[in-house]
């Protein structure tokens, strides 16, 4: 049973940093591409990052060189490491993986960016 849960989330100070975790099971995890997407209530999901099996990774460009995604693969364990927050980053994160041509998401965790 493929399981995806994501943690980390919180309210962080605009200009702070914030590292947000999905512990994966159920699948042999260092052969999927990973992905973190967000959300705002009202708006469709967007992708933020991405990760494939070989390691290369995506960003779109409102968040490059501020996110980064990195995977343990011994902890089967997804990261996303964001800098330089800003309000517009305020969202509900999810975790996603397209396992055997099924999408999986987590629950979400949200951060909220705001002085």
């Known amino acids: 049973q493929v399981q995806l849960v994501e943690s980390g989330g919180g309210l962080v100070q605009p200009g702070g940093s914030r590292r947000l975790s999905c512990a994966t099971s159920?699948?042999?995890?260092?052969?999927?591409?990973m992905s973190w997407y967000r959300q705002v209530p009202g708006k469709e999901r967007k992708l933020v990052a991405t990760?494939?099996?070989?390691?290369?990774?995506y960003y779109p460009d409102s968040v490059k060189g501020r996110f980064t995604i990195s995977v343990d693969n011994a902890e089967n364990t997804v990261y996303l490491q964001m800098n330089s927050l800003k309000p517009e980053d305020t969202a509900v994160y999810y975790c996603r993986g397209v396992v055997r041509g099924t999408i999986y998401w987590g629950k979400g965790t949200l951060v909220t960016v705001s002085s």
């Open positions: 990760i494939n099996s070989g390691g290369t990774t």
């Open positions: 159920g699948f042999t995890f260092s052969s999927y591409a």
